[in-house]
């Protein structure tokens, strides 16, 4: 499943008030907006009701995003999301996200080992997948690691300060 590096312990969380710097810092990071749907700065006032509204059952909202955190210690190092849920065909999408200050330390590859534990063992998953920039070889080196397959390159799929580049499939079969 994954490859032979040496993982850092890390644990998953829900989200917490206290992670408000975490996401702001994330959220307005405009290298990751590319990749997102809200390329756009968000304000410390709407993260902070998005973390009071923020409801854990991803069977009611379709969506779950979980803290990245060292083992043992409740600093976020980053987020990983679980959407577009599908519970008739359990499957979902996967996003991760890591503070610059804990990426190329393998936290992102723990955090999707621990994704996918709590992805098969927990929601009964059966396959989750992402979708990756073409282009993105640091993201696609990530994945594969973590033991995706590329299935399909979808076309012009996303928009880009640049225009349409293509995005390709990757998925993890976790029966």
Known sequence: MTSSVSLPPVGLRALEPTD????YEIENDPSVWDVTSSPSP?????????????????????????????????????LVDLFAYDPLQRRAEVGIAIRRSARRTHVGLAALVALQRYAKDHLHLRLIY??????DEACH??????????????????????GAVDVDVLTLVLE
């Open 130 to 135: 992402a979708k990756i920039r073409t282009v």
């Open 141 to 162: 080196g990530l994945f594969a690691a973590a033991g995706y397959r590329r299935v399909a390159t979808l076309p012009q799929w996303h928009l880009t300060a640049d």
């Open 20 to 23: 408000l710097d975490l996401l």
């Open 42 to 78: 968000w304000s410390r006032w709407a993260l902070r009701q998005y973390l009071e509204s923020q409801p854990a059952d991803i069977a009611q909202t379709g969506q779950l995003r979980l803290v990245v955190e060292a083992d043992g210690d409740n600093t976020g190092m980053g």
